[in-house]
């Protein structure tokens, strides 16, 4: 269910976003891109902006979510190899609730770059669109001010590197929070100590 409802929050996201372009290109040409366009877009760009972050968020929640489970799927299989150490090469996916346990089962390949490998998830590149839906209302708003050009356009070029920035470390820190809150038992050989499971 999280997951029907991540891809139709995707899917909704790019729906308003298609929308609000041709909506932008149709202005655009009945107004020259004139002050009439530029009030349109600061009025809708916003409404695509909030629309945006909003999936981001919940997205980046679905995968939290689903990490939850993989853990808690980890540590049954762990207690299944406990119990019969034998069956450990049938098992596929991992048995350790830690960062590398979570990655065995995700199926990813650790000689991967995982930081290219994050513009390329469902949240990774919903929160590339969210950015340049960002720079292009920072860049008009410029314009609007009676900036320049080149200055609209490094505007946006400053707002686009900063949207990208405040969405990966909310990524980041959504990711450490879960960390925390549930703390591996049952590590990788050869990683931390496992915690006290009194």
Do not use: C
């Amino acid at each position: 269910m999280s997951w029907n409802e991540a891809f139709s929050r995707a899917a909704m996201f790019l729906s308003l976003l298609s929308g609000s372009i041709v909506a932008l290109a149709l202005v655009a040409q009945a107004t020259l891109f004139g002050d009439n366009f530029a009030l349109f877009a600061l009025l809708l760009l916003p409404v695509v902006l909030f629309a945006g972050v909003a999936t981001f968020s919940r997205l980046i929640q679905v995968n939290n979510e689903d990490a939850h489970w993989v853990v808690g799927m980890n540590r049954l299989r762990h207690k299944y190899l406990e119990i019969a150490p034998d069956f450990e090469e049938y098992f596929v996916t991992g048995s350790h609730d830690d960062a590398a346990g979570i990655f065995q089962t995700f199926a990813g390949d650790p000689r991967s770059n995982q930081f290219l490998h994050g513009f390329i998830t469902t949240p990774g590149m919903i929160g590339t669109i969210v950015a340049l839906v960002a720079a292009a209302f920072v860049a008009v708003a410029a314009l609007r001010l009676g900036l320049s050009t080149p200055v609209a356009a490094l505007a946006g070029a400053v707002a686009f590197v900063g949207s990208v920035g405040a969405l990966a470390w909310y990524a980041y820190r959504t990711l450490i929070g879960l960390k925390d809150r549930l703390p591996p038992r049952f590590p990788s050989p050869g990683t931390e100590p496992p915690t006290d499971r009194s």
